[in-house]
């Protein structure tokens, strides 16, 4: 997929968790470190369905542009839910499972975006 395809996913999905108030999105281009995906967005609801309704947000915005999800884990538990869409990978946490698994401390080697980059 094209550079500007992927970013839109990107934009389309941090724009999707903020709607539903997701709190501290970090969006980690991870392309130079890992072939597992290009970029990792990372965030955090207060409750489960909080957590589910920022997935809902991510799932609906992106497969209405046509980018459908490979794959989604955790949605029951709502603890940590991990939407594969190839060339990006959403985490959507609890702030007690964000804290502890501590992901962006794993890939301090992305480089984490700014607003701006966007």
């Keep these: 997929m094209s ?3 992927t970013l839109e996913m990107v934009r389309l999905a941090k724009a999707a968790l903020e709607d539903k ?3 501290n999105i970090k969006v980690i281009d991870i392309s130079k470190v890992s072939v597992l995906a290009d ?8 409750n489960p369905n909080q957590v589910q309704a920022m997935a809902d947000s991510v799932e609906e915005a992106l497969g209405q542009a046509g980018y459908p999800c490979r794959q989604i ?7 940590w ?3 594969d869409y190839g060339d ?3 985490h959507a946490f609890n702030r007690e499972d964000r804290l502890f698994y ?4 794993i890939w301090r080697d ?8 966007l």
């Design 21 to 23: 108030k997701g709190q």
């Design 3 to 5: 550079e500007d395809r």
């Design 81 to 83: 839910i991990l939407m």
């Design 102 to 105: 501590d992901l962006e401390r």
């Design 88 to 90: 990006i990978i959403i």
């Design 39 to 46: 970029y990792f967005i990372i965030a955090d609801g207060s």
């Design 110 to 117: 992305g480089k984490f975006l700014s607003e701006e980059e």
């Design 73 to 79: 884990e955790g949605y029951g538990s709502a603890n």
